[in-house]
């Protein structure tokens, strides 16, 4: 419950004016002694604008609010801001990103959830579950070629990634002749482009192939371990082929051959793995990925 007395402002701000509208629900109250109850009603509806303004303050009353909902009805992230009684950084009460045509409610007794355009939570740290890409049509990798795995893009809502946030991507992979001896990668990338021009921040090279027809399962756990313009993180491998590490697919280790940071507060960003096969195989694979905390 947010209490206003008589006269104390709800005031919000947001990216791009016009383009978040907001509507507040709760109960008035009297100011007489003692107080009462009055009207459960909507109590304001606007739209905030790019700099910090009043979005309610009750007159002759005092006011308990218990819901309020912002729509982002724009195309682009929008950072809201929150304050009462004035807009200091002491007033703040809230601040977090809503998705482009998503959502924001705040509920007496759960406080704020955030939803995609797609009405999926948008996760915080500590929070389990949530958004995912499921399993998309298998692809033929080209060989020799750096492809996007197909079902392992993850959209990011603009600073969304926190540390001790954890990813899961699955990768299932057949290399369908008996051809092929050339060792290959596995990428997990960062960036805003949402494709294979985004940056390697974990690079995951095969041990030894051989010209023999296999499959594999791959799975790469990333977790966030620093925030800012050089954030970083770790990215673990847990792979296993039909037949021994040593022959058709080879081997890919724990841990990567090489990392590099990357801006976590990019706007708009994905996360994704990519698959570069070897020279002359023929590999084709699906994946999925997901948001663990």
Known sequence: ????????????????ASTVTYTIVGLTV?????????NYEQLAQG???????????PSSLAAL????????TGSSAQTVTLYVGGTAAA???????????????YEDGTGWTVFTAAGIIVNVAGILGGRGTPDA???????????????????LVTNELVVGSRYRFMIRLQKTTAAGIATWTCIVAFGTNGTTADSAIATFTSGTN???VDSAVLIIECEILTIGAAATAACTAFYVNSLTTATGLGDIAPVPGSTATFNS???????????TSGASAVVVGVGSAERLT
């Open 1 to 16: 419950m947010i209490a206003l007395g008589n006269g104390t402002a709800l005031e919000g701000v947001a990216t791009t």
């Open 30 to 38: 009297s100011l007489a002694t003692p107080p009462v109850a009055q």
């Open 47 to 57: 739209q905030l604008a790019a700099s910090a303004g009043s979005m309610y303050s």
């Open 65 to 72: 609010i218990s819901s309020i909902h912002l729509a982002n």
């Open 91 to 105: 007033n703040q009460i809230a601040s977090f990103v809503i998705p482009p045509n998503g959502w924001a409610n």
């Open 137 to 155: 049509a298998t692809v033929a990798f080209t060989a020799s070629t750096r492809v996007m795995s197909p079902g392992t893009k993850i959209a």
């Open 210 to 212: 051989t010209a023999a």
């Open 265 to 275: 507060a990019a706007t708009s960003p994905f996360l994704h793995c990519d698959i």
